[in-house]
């Protein structure tokens, strides 16, 4: 180990990225090349050397190192060592850097990724060349804990930095870590690039499209771990909590619902495998107390396992292909709730506070996502799903589950009521959690989507039938809340790093809601509060507009939701000429019809450039059809929206 003057050992990282490929032809003889252009191998042989485009420069760079006196430094004799190393073990194993970053030196974020691209198949040394440098790793850790983190809360965060610190220590060893850790830390660090932030960036010299980058390799790379079944993935905690945030990452970052569903079903199975859904029975109980345990491990367990279910049950009641049903059924478990404390209270031998619900703590939102997910199953239970059958519930039942909502927010503890007198009263809570302002707004926009859920069959014919004038008024003034929330969580989110427009979760809800107070407007068009509403409409699709500022893959599904939405209107005036006799609407399309049909069919680019970008001129097709439906044919195209879009949760 290479030491210091004062015989103290130095530790670095050996950037891997910053040394020149062998040419494609060696790489496939796998004969050793010496990296010059062209390389002798290639010279013997009368045959054209080429390189990867982005080792060009490297190879310049070693092309003029070689007709220049050699002078060694330290670095070169490092570089030359692992040379060696390679031609006796064929592999190169890098060593974490401890050195104190800053921001002149700092390694610019997922600039170690660019040796990925011509790996053909992986093994635990490539794997583990794409990890970042250990203080880069530390910042990207810590950016994680402080932001993302608190809308997922599975994790034990001080056991899982230490199992960061570990994996990299074995490395500095010359030890490998397991696929598994690997995959816990790609998954972490993949997080932290999706919340980044200007003062993160700043640190990394890095900027918001490396970012990006960062996250589309991290995440691959825990997918290509998980996908390789040579070497499968072997069932445990930290596998568990790593799918779990992989799942949660996908799903919030392009709301591709089979990848993630996948995932989920994934860390379903193992969960099982483990025995986790009896976690909590008296047997298991009792054999804790015997033998012993390790109670983080049991912690993370219950985390993992309720934070699948609650997601389960959520998805049941909106919207999506899952609308109507769910997978776990509460009979087939016995798992208790997580305890109501703070990381640094559990240790591996007990948890030393479990406060009661009044008490605020990082894993208090968690809770109460579990007790909404509840009342979500609980209607699933109560409502015939419209894919089984054709009967409208009593209304009645749709008032009883109404008054579930009402007794949620009743029960709610002061720090997450949304009223001016609570608000005020929690603020020195807010200063010690700083995340509780943005989960209390998130609790009441998720219940606010549901509300209008519920109450969306009736709300139309609650505009002429004073039996259902409740859920009219209920539906608009729950939608109307979603947007404000959505506006107010900008302010909350700012304070704690994360970015609201970057999460699909969120824009899926503000669409919907958006949706329902234009269809509210456009079958009433001469209300007297119309023109209002109709900017509260326009205002939350300027919303959603904004999201093409932080993704792009967000704004092809607004893209997709847009389409969908506009060639079921579409459809929906065609009929209705076909009934009254009239031509077709299709072949009577305007100009800005045909236009705005033909910019949806473009590439997401040019359709963000184009018609996306004015909202004026989308309201206008929207009402040029919306006032010619009558409320069942506004209940189908809405019923169609939700079996057209991916899980919201």
């Not at 932030?197 to 290509?224: G, H, V, W």
Request: include cysteine.
């Amino acid at each position: 180990m290479k030491r210091d003057s004062r015989g103290e050992p130095v530790m670095m990282m050996v950037h891997r990225w910053n040394r020149p490929l062998s040419c494609l032809l060696c790489r496939e003889k796998k004969r050793r090349c010496d990296r010059i252009q062209p390389c002798s191998n290639c010279s013997q042989r009368n045959i054209e050397c080429e390189y990867e485009s982005h080792t060009v420069a490297g190879l310049n760079q070693t092309a003029t190192a070689q007709t220049e006196p050699a002078t060694l430094n330290a670095e070169d004799v490092l570089n030359r060592l692992h040379k060696l190393e390679e031609a006796v073990f064929n592999q190169s194993q890098p060593i974490p850097q401890t050195r104190h970053a800053d921001t002149q030196n700092a390694t610019p974020f997922g600039s170690h990724l660019q040796s990925a691209v011509d790996k053909p198949s992986l093994d635990i040394a490539y794997l583990t060349r794409n990890l970042p440098p250990i203080e880069q790793a530390r910042e990207l850790f810590s950016h994680f804990a402080n932001t993302l983190h608190a809308t997922f809360c599975v994790f034990h965060i001080p056991s899982t930095r230490n199992i960061m610190e570990e994996a990299y220590q074995r490395m500095m060893l010359g030890g490998q870590p397991t696929s598994t850790r690997l995959l816990l830390l790609f998954t972490i660090f993949a997080g932290a690039a999706l919340a980044w932030t200007p003062e993160l960036l700043e640190k990394l010299r890095s900027t918001k499209d490396e970012a990006k980058a960062a996250f589309t390799a991290y995440t691959s790379l825990a997918m290509s771990i998980l996908d390789d079944d040579s070497q499968p993935v072997t069932a445990s905690t930290v596998a568990l909590a790593a799918i779990s945030n992989l799942a949660y990452l996908i799903t919030n970052s392009d709301g591709f619902a089979v990848k993630a569903s996948v995932l989920r079903i994934r860390c379903l199975l193992m969960a099982r495998t483990m025995q986790i859904h009896r976690l909590d029975t008296v047997k298991s109980q009792e054999e804790r107390r015997m033998k012993g345990c390790n109670i983080i491990e049991i912690e993370v367990q219950r985390r993992v396992w309720w934070h699948m279910v609650a997601t389960d049950w959520l998805s049941g009641f909106s919207g999506g292909p899952q609308e109507g049903s769910y997978s776990l059924q509460p009979k087939h478990m016995n798992v208790n709730y997580p305890s109501n404390v703070d990381d640094e209270f559990i240790t591996e031998a007990a948890v030393e506070y479990n406060h009661p619900l009044s008490t605020p703590t990082t894993m208090s939102s968690f809770i109460y996502r579990i007790k909404m997910a509840e009342i979500c199953r609980e209607i699933v239970d109560a409502m015939p799903s419209i894919l089984l059958e054709s009967q409208e519930p009593e209304y009645d039942l749709i008032l009883q589950l109404d008054d579930k909502y009402r007794t949620f927010f009743k029960g709610l503890p002061t720090f997450f009521q949304d009223d001016e007198a609570s608000i005020s009263q929690s603020k020195s809570i807010y200063e010690r959690y700083p995340h509780l302002p943005l989960q209390r707004i998130t609790i009441h926009f998720s219940v606010h989507t549901r509300i209008c859920r519920l109450h969306r069959p009736y709300h139309l014919e609650g505009t002429t039938n004073p039996k259902y004038a409740y859920s009219h008024q209920m539906c608009i003034r729950s939608a109307q809340k979603v947007l404000e929330l959505r506006r107010a969580m900008d302010d909350a989110s700012a304070k704690v790093g994360i970015k609201p427009t970057r999460f699909w979760v969120v824009t899926q809800h503000v669409f919907l809601a958006a949706l329902i107070l234009a269809t509210d407007v456009s079958f009433n068009p001469d209300a007297v509060d119309a023109e209002a509403r109709k900017e509260k409409v326009l205002s939350a699709y300027r919303i959603l507009e904004r999201s093409k500022e932080e993704s792009s893959v967000l704004m092809e599904g607004i893209q997709r939701n847009m389409q969908t939405l506009m060639m079921t209107l579409q459809k929906q005036r065609a009929q209705i000429d076909l009934q009254s006799g009239e031509p077709a609407a299709g072949e009577m399309a305007s100009n800005d019809d045909s236009e705005l049909l033909s910019a949806m069919n473009r590439p997401s680019d040019a359709f963000i450039d184009t018609d996306l970008g004015d909202w004026d001129n989308m309201w206008s097709e929207f009402l040029a059809v919306a006032p010619e439906l009558d409320a069942p044919q506004w209940n189908s195209l809405l019923d169609d929206m939700d079996f057209n879009l991916p899980d919201v949760q």
